[in-house]
């Protein structure tokens, strides 16, 4: 038994303490420093983990490059020589099964597919569950769902030639917000410099760019956009009509998402 065993200090922190947020908000671990905090000390026996998680992925009809993402690292070694190495950005998800795929006779594996199983469900949540929710958790379940929205549009939009994100998420802002852009919103929320506006938002405006987020992406792939062009006048349509949407709703309703 190694010092970690003898010691056991793993508990919940330690999986967050190695998760990553990437530049569109959405979470993610490193295999190899999970492979570190699991006990495997060779890759290669790692990636049989690895392997079969990927394959009860498949097995539950679920894409496996949008779980386990192939990332290259350069370290260094010896002489100052330098060596690429093969690693993977993982979802919850992929945490999740490769936990369940994992040798159970160690303890912190164990903790891992009770973490991973337990923060996975902590992501779901029914009508009535979510009505019960204050104001706070409301807003902290939407943000996550705009951010997991966002990822998967820009993946979208990525493939309907948008290069220039900025812009292309500017006009969906214009549309919804009567012109204003990203920057425009954060001056009339008095926020600081690259303070994201999303995370200042109620839950009700969350669910108002949840829905422009999603019928944009449903629109870029129905239509087969093609240009950036094409994909932020797209975007740009889609923010309005959520606006005169909002607008018939109700004056009170609207000035809630607008304004908050």
Known sequence: MNKIDKNENYNNKTFEDIKHIDENGIEFWYARELMSILQYSKWQNFEKILGKAKTSCENSDI????????????????????????D???????????AQNGDSRKKVIALAQTYFAVQTRKQEISEKEYSELTEDEK??????????????????????????FDKFHNAGYKGLYNGETADDIAKRKGLRYREDILDNMGSTELIANLFRISQTEEKLKKDNI??????????NRIGKIVR???????????????YT
Do not use: W
């Open 63 to 86: 894409t496996v490059f949008e779980h386990f993402t192939d990332v290259s690292k350069t370290i260094k070694m010896p002489k100052g020589a330098e060596k690429t190495i093969l």
């Open 244 to 258: 005169k949407a909002i607008k018939e709703a109700g004056r009170n309703y609207a000035r809630r998402i607008t």
């Open 139 to 164: 807003r902290f379940y939407q943000r996550n769902l705009t951010r997991k929205g966002n990822y998967s549009l820009n993946q979208t939009a990525k493939n309907s030639g948008v290069k220039n």
């Open 226 to 235: 093609q240009t950036e062009k094409d994909a932020c006048n797209t975007h």
């Open 88 to 98: 993977y950005k993982l979802t919850r998800y992929a945490c999740y099964l490769i």
